[in-house]
């Protein structure tokens, strides 16, 4: 069933969204709250946008054009829905493709930033696997591996352009593994805990193409405080 949510809190801002997909999660609002956006970015790219909550968000911080690529053609439309009832598709470009196409797509070193929430799990065991296709899709290397992501960003990023992730934690090594492979140097990362005393669960992390080595490594950031609340920094990010 589609319904129509409210976009965080900004004020007359929607989503429109499908109970039987996956919805809006906050790994999408840390994301968009971590990338690095400075002004003189002209074009972002958001590989495996859904139905495009980090292409709407990161609108709010900035006037570059932002692109949005989903192959699911039902999620790509509740994008498409999403972007006309906010007024926000000029700003905003949808592709509905394949996101291994952008190199065909677009010219080499054409992007300032990309991003990627993508799917989290390797497993090619079915045991694993949602029923739902779409959730499937969305959830398993089935379609989009690390690989292809950062062959595509090493195409696509400009010189010293900048790759921002969403991912679980105990897929790190092989992230930053594979990120020096393709020129893509690890520079931003922070642990994403449920909270105090639990065990970190969710990586943001940034890395800059052809960057000089060095690693910043930031605060943690704990998603509840003591009381099951959500702590005060994920409530900014809501903006409550």
Known sequence: MIVKNNLLNFKNKYIYQDTDYFKMSIDSVLLANFV????????????????APIPMLLSFRTKATIYGVELQKEVYDLG?????????????????????????????????VVTCNPPYFNTNNVIFENDNDIKALARHE?????DDIFSICKKILKNNGRLAMVHRNERLMEIMIKMKEYN????????VYPKMNKNCSIILIEGVK????????????FVYDNSGK???????????
């Open 80 to 112: 498409i829905s999403s972007l006309k009832v906010n007024g926000l598709d000029k700003q905003i470009r949808l592709i509905n493709d394949d996101a291994k196409n952008l190199v065909n797509i677009f010219d080499s070193d054409y992007f300032d």
């Open 230 to 240: 959500y702590s005060k920094e994920i409530m900014d990010m809501y903006g409550e």
């Open 142 to 146: 089935k379609t989009l591996n690390l």
């Open 36 to 51: 690095n956006i400075n002004l003189r970015d002209k074009r972002i790219m958001d590989i495996a946008t859904g139905n």
């Open 184 to 191: 893509i140097e690890p520079k931003r990362i922070r642990f």
């Open 210 to 221: 052809n960057g000089k080595p060095g690693l910043t490594v930031l605060p943690p950031l």
